[in-house]
């Protein structure tokens, strides 16, 4: 399984980016597609999920409203748009896959089995 991450950068506080993850290399009926983040010195922790069933979606407190994830099922590719970036959003963000779907555990980055190389988002205030 392989996953790539990008679309990261340097953005003012108030700003937006749009993250993009490929996935490739596995066959699953059902698995949980995440984003997850990591600041300096801090746990990394997750942003928001898509399940591929139903399209189910879930999100941090921290990012609700702000951020939207989405995906295109036939590039399998997908997306987090992250809108009125605060300085907080800055960190590592990392797309992972869950091969076992848990909609209650989607936070839990045990879950997850393979992961993308991260890419840095940085909000200046």
């Known amino acids: 399984v392989q996953l790539q991450a990008s679309g990261g950068g340097l953005v003012p506080s108030g700003g937006s980016l749009r993250l993009s993850c490929k996935v490739s290399?596995?066959?699953?009926?059902?698995?949980?597609v995440a984003w997850f983040r990591q600041a300096p010195g801090r746990q990394r922790e997750g942003v928001s999920s898509i399940f591929s069933g139903d399209g189910s979606v879930y999100y941090a407190e921290a990012v609700k409203g702000r951020f939207t994830i989405s995906r295109d099922s036939a590039a399998s590719m997908y997306y987090l748009q992250m809108n009125n970036l605060k300085p907080e959003d800055t960190a590592v963000y990392f797309c992972a896959v869950a091969k076992s779907w848990s909609g209650s555990e989607w936070f839990a980055s045990g879950r997850y089995n393979d992961w993308g190389q991260g890419t840095l988002v940085t909000v200046s205030s």
């Open positions: 290399g596995f066959s699953f009926p059902y698995y949980g």
